[in-house]
């Protein structure tokens, strides 16, 4: 079954704990993506990659690491949290067709005491 | 990207044709119209796009208007988990950043 895997799904931690939220799919998509969702804000791009090994900043970049050194994978990395980092965070995929689709991740929850 | 404007929310009888308004304008000749769904607080699901004909897949049907100004998304028979925030996206294909723009979208609810 095509799918985005995050993991994990829930986190509570505190300030400054280096946390990484996985992101895993299994389409052999090329493009993949960060979002963060917050009330009244929706869906505001973190990060995106266009490809293995070349990712860059999307809107609200600040505080967030990514990498991508498989072509399945894009872990989100914060490094030292902290409570405005509290969101809902959604992975996505796609293949860079012209029209192509994306797929997104369940989500994982996180607040940062 | 063409900015979009939906209603803010809906209600439609369950086994009943939910038709969801989208108002696109601006919209460019390469420009997509694209309908993304929320359910709760899961992942987007994409559902639909088209350009300038009407689509239809298994999940809905996509009426473009011949100006292209607007479109109506139709869920045919909708059922409980339609029950959703449905988003209309208007973008042009793009192959460097495919970021999705998400406006406030059309809560959508199905009343048994």
């Known amino acids: 079954e095509a799918q985005v895997t995050q993991n994990p799904r829930y986190l509570i931690t505190v300030t400054g704990k280096k946390l990484t939220v996985t992101c895993s799919q299994n389409?052999?998509?090329?493009?993949m993506s960060w979002y963060r969702q917050d009330p009244g804000l929706g869906l505001r791009q973190i990060y995106y990659?266009?490809?293995?090994?070349?990712?860059d900043k999307g809107d609200v970049p600040e505080g967030y690491k990514v990498s991508r050194k498989e072509k399945r994978n894009f872990p989100l990395i914060l490094e030292s949290p902290s409570p405005n980092q509290t969101s809902l965070y959604f992975c996505?995929?796609?293949?860079?067709?012209?029209?192509?689709?994306?797929?997104f991740g369940p989500g994982t929850r996180l607040t940062v005491l | 990207d063409a900015k979009t404007t939906q209603p803010p929310s809906m209600d439609c009888a369950e086994g009943r044709a939910a038709n969801l308004p989208c108002n696109h304008s601006?919209?460019?000749?390469?420009?997509?119209v694209y309908w993304y769904r929320q359910i709760h607080s899961q992942g987007p699901q994409y559902i639909i796009h088209?350009?300038?004909n009407n689509e239809t897949n298994e999940m809905a049907s996509l009426i473009i208007t011949e100006d292209r100004k607007s479109s109506t998304l139709i869920l045919p028979h909708a059922t409980l988990r339609d029950t959703a925030v449905y988003y209309c996206?208007?973008?042009?294909?793009?192959?460097?950043?495919?970021?999705?723009?998400f406006g406030t979208g059309t809560r959508l609810t199905i009343i048994p």
């Open positions: 996505a995929s796609s293949s860079r067709r012209i029209t192509d689709t994306q797929y």
């Open positions: 389409m052999n998509h090329e493009y």
């Open positions: 990659s266009m490809n293995v090994e070349v990712t």
């Open positions: 601006t919209i460019s000749g390469n420009e997509y």
């Open positions: 088209g350009l300038k």
């Open positions: 996206i208007v973008r042009a294909p793009n192959f460097g950043n495919e970021k999705l723009t």
